[in-house]
């Protein structure tokens, strides 16, 4: 048997070792990109990114304090860096949400990558300037975008999200039971084609709501975040710090 030389081995491109390992365990890529301690993940949010990762459409109704944003800005940053051209678009009904929250929690998951990562390879990525400020340029084939659209301006705020195509899309919607009829129907438009996936997050206080009916419509895959469910709640202890507690779960 002859050995191969070095030199005929292929090289695999950074974008590829990305694809090959990142895009397959979303858990991995939160664990050794964003420098997220798997410890520090409840199961029921991985399944969430796998659901992303399998599924066009992925609906979770979440109790209060289950970490729905922060678990919005993993997958967003898991899209955007496993897939070229990508583009992620996240919204909310309110610009508070859209603009502090949200982005907040976007920056927080760059600072963790950043730890890391060489200029270079902050450069090559299109991630070398910080979010939430003017820096943070990315070309037009590769971004990712948060605003809010509000139901009193549903439509002109359907326009502003319609028309949006890549090769692989996402739309994360954030407490999405606020969000209008109007702003779920511009979207249909873009998600006709292959690798264009869904996430949407939300309280599901309204069972009225756009988003209660999507849950119940069995066109998507559904995972409850139920607070009697989460961790604190089930050991009756402090597992996870950003979580509640069993008596203040019980008292709301």
């Not at 949010?45 to 659901?51: A, D, P, R, W, Y």
Request: proline letters at 6%.
């Amino acid at each position: 048997m002859v050995k191969k030389r070095k030199s005929d081995v292929p090289e695999i491109s950074m974008q590829e070792r990305f694809e090959v390992y990142y895009r397959k365990d979303p858990g991995l890529f939160a664990e050794q990109f964003l420098k997220i301690p798997r410890t520090s993940l409840w199961s029921k949010q991985v399944e969430v990114m796998e659901s992303v990762r399998d599924n066009k459409y992925t609906f979770v109704p979440a109790a209060h304090g289950m970490g729905k944003t922060y678990l919005a800005s993993i997958v967003a940053w898991w899209w955007k860096m496993t897939r070229k051209p990508s583009k992620v678009i996240i919204t909310a009904p309110g610009a508070r949400q859209a603009g502090l929250v949200i982005g907040n929690e976007i920056t927080a998951r760059w600072d963790g990558c950043a730890k890391w990562m060489t200029p270079e390879e902050m450069k090559f990525f299109g991630i070398a300037n910080r979010p939430n400020t003017e820096g943070f340029k990315q070309d037009a084939e590769n971004f990712m975008q948060w605003f809010a659209t509000k139901p009193d301006l549903a439509t002109e705020h359907s326009t502003k999200i319609a028309g949006f195509h890549s090769p692989h899309l996402l739309f994360i919607f954030e407490e999405v039971g606020g969000i209008d009829r109007l702003i779920f129907e511009a979207i249909q438009g873009s998600m006709l084609q292959p690798n264009r996936h869904f996430l949407g997050i939300g309280n599901p206080s309204d069972p009225t709501s756009v988003f209660a009916r999507l849950c119940r419509s069995g066109t998507g895959n559904v995972i409850r975040l139920d607070a009697e469910e989460c961790p604190n709640y089930v050991e009756n202890k402090i597992v996870f710090p950003w979580m509640p507690t069993r008596d203040s779960i019980d008292d709301l």
